[in-house]
C-alpha cells in the first residue's frame, strides 16, 4: 500500500514577503537589503527600480525622476508644455476665481514675479523635466531672501502650479510636494513706552519735511485705533461718528466692515485733525474764484464768459453767476443819493 505524500506548503511569492508598503505611493521597501524601490504600472505592466538607498528622506526625492522617467511618456498624449504655459493657466485660475479678494491677488501676482526672478527656470523648462531637486533648489534660493510666511506662501502657488500641470496630464506627480514648508516663528516685539512713542512722534512732526504733520497724524492714528495701513488709507471723516463715539472701518482683510469705539486719545487726535484741516480746493473752484472775483470789481458778465472761453455770449455765466450780478448792483444802488 502506498503512503500518501503530503503536498508541500505553499510560500506566498516574493513579492508579498519580501516587500513592505510605505505611506508613499509608489515607494516600497525591500526586506532583505533595506533598500528602496519605485514601483509604477506602465501599460498594465509593474516596473520596479532600486533607488539605491535606505533612507527614507533621499529615497522621496529620487522617487520624483523614477516616476518622470516610467509614467509621464505614457501619460501625457500631447506636446511637452513650458512651464510659462501652465503659469499662465495659473494666472487665468486666479482671475476666475470670484472668492480670491483684490489684496490675495495681487499677493499672487507679486509672488509670480518673485519667481520668475528666483527660479526663471521654471518659465522655460518643459513642465515635466522639473524634477524634486529643482524644487529643493530653489526652495534654498527663495528662502534667503524671504521671510517663512513669504516663503510658504510662495511653496503652496508653486504646488498649485505643478498640480494644474498634473491636472491637464502634462506631468504625473508633483515635485513640490515633499518640499518641506518653514516654521514661522512668532514676532519678538519691542515696543516702545509712552514716553518714548510721544518723543517718535513729535520728532516726526518737527522733522522739517514738507507733510511732517500728516505723517506725525497718521503715526498717531495707527497706534490709537490698530488699524491695518490697508484699512487706515481708505478711512474718511463720514465714517468717523463723534455722537456715538464710532470710527467705522470698512475696508477690511478679511472684506467685513467694522466699528471701534473711539478712545479717549484717538478722539483727541480726529477732533484736533478735523480743526486744523484745510477745506479742500479744487482747479475748477480756482476757475470759479477767477469769474467771481472779476464780477465783483464790476466786470460785466458778457466780458468775463468771454475770458473764460465760453462760445454762448454769456448764458452761462448769468446762470452760474447771476446772483453775483445782482449782489454786485445792489451794492452800487447803495452810493447813489439824492
Known amino acids: 500500500m502506498k503512503r500518501a505524500v503530503p503536498s508541500p506548503t505553499k510560500r506566498k511569492p516574493a513579492a508579498d514577503v519580501d516587500w513592505t508598503k ?7 521597501r525591500y526586506k532583505p537589503s533595506g533598500n528602496y524601490f519605485g514601483r509604477v504600472r506602465v501599460d498594465g505592466k509593474l516596473i520596479r527600480r532600486s533607488l539605491e538607498t535606505h ?9 520624483s525622476d523614477f516616476l518622470q522617467d516610467h509614467r509621464r511618456l505614457a ?31 495681487l499677493y499672487k501676482q507679486e509672488v509670480l514675479i518673485a519667481l520668475k526672478k528666483t527660479w526663471p527656470q521654471l518659465y522655460s523648462t518643459d513642465i515635466a523635466k522639473i ?62 513706552s509712552q514716553a518714548q512713542f510721544q518723543e517718535m512722534a513729535k520728532h516726526i512732526e518737527t522733522s522739517g519735511a514738507g507733510q511732517a504733520k500728516d505723517c506725525a497724524n497718521l503715526f498717531r492714528f495707527l497706534a490709537f485705533s490698530g488699524l491695518r495701513i490697508d484699512e487706515a488709507r481708505h478711512v474718511v471723516w463720514n465714517d468717523v461718528d463723534f455722537e456715538k463715539g464710532l470710527l467705522h472701518v470698512r475696508i477690511t482683510k478679511n472684506g467685513k466692515d467694522r466699528w471701534i469705539p473711539l478712545n479717549t486719545s484717538l478722539r483727541q487726535l480726529l477732533e484736533q485733525m478735523r480743526a486744523e484741516r484745510v477745506k479742500r480746493i479744487t482747479h475748477h473752484d480756482l476757475r470759479h474764484l477767477f469769474a467771481t472775483r472779476c464780477i465783483e470789481a464790476g466786470v460785466d458778465i458778457p466780458t468775463v464768459s ?13 446762470k452760474t453767476y447771476g446772483h453775483l450780478r445782482d449782489e454786485h448792483s445792489q451794492r452800487e444802488a447803495l452810493k447813489v443819493t439824492f
Not at 510605505?22 to 516600497?28: D, H, K, M, R
Not at 503659469?87 to 489684496?103: S, T
Request: hydrophobic letters at 35%.
Open 22 to 28: 510605505t505611506p508613499y505611493p509608489n515607494l516600497i
Open 306 to 318: 468771454r475770458w473764460l472761453g465760453h462760445q454762448d455770449g454769456g448764458a452761462l455765466c448769468m
Open 131 to 192: 524634477s524634486q531637486r529643482d524644487c529643493n533648489e530653489w526652495a534654498a534660493r527663495y528662502g534667503k531672501d524671504y521671510s517663512p510666511t513669504r516663503y510658504n506662501g510662495a511653496l503652496g502657488i508653486v504646488r498649485r502650479i505643478f498640480e494644474i500641470a498634473v491636472e491637464h496630464g502634462y506631468r504625473v506627480d508633483n515635485p513640490a510636494r515633499f518640499v518641506d514648508r518653514r516654521r514661522v516663528r512668532p514676532k519678538e516685539l519691542h515696543l516702545p
Open 55 to 63: 533612507v527614507l528622506s533621499v529615497a522621496k526625492l529620487k522617487l
Open 75 to 105: 501619460i501625457n498624449k500631447g506636446q511637452s508644455v513650458k512651464g510659462e504655459v501652465i503659469i499662465e493657466m495659473f494666472r487665468k485660475e486666479i482671475e476666475d476665481d470670484h472668492n480670491n479678494k483684490p489684496r490675495t491677488k
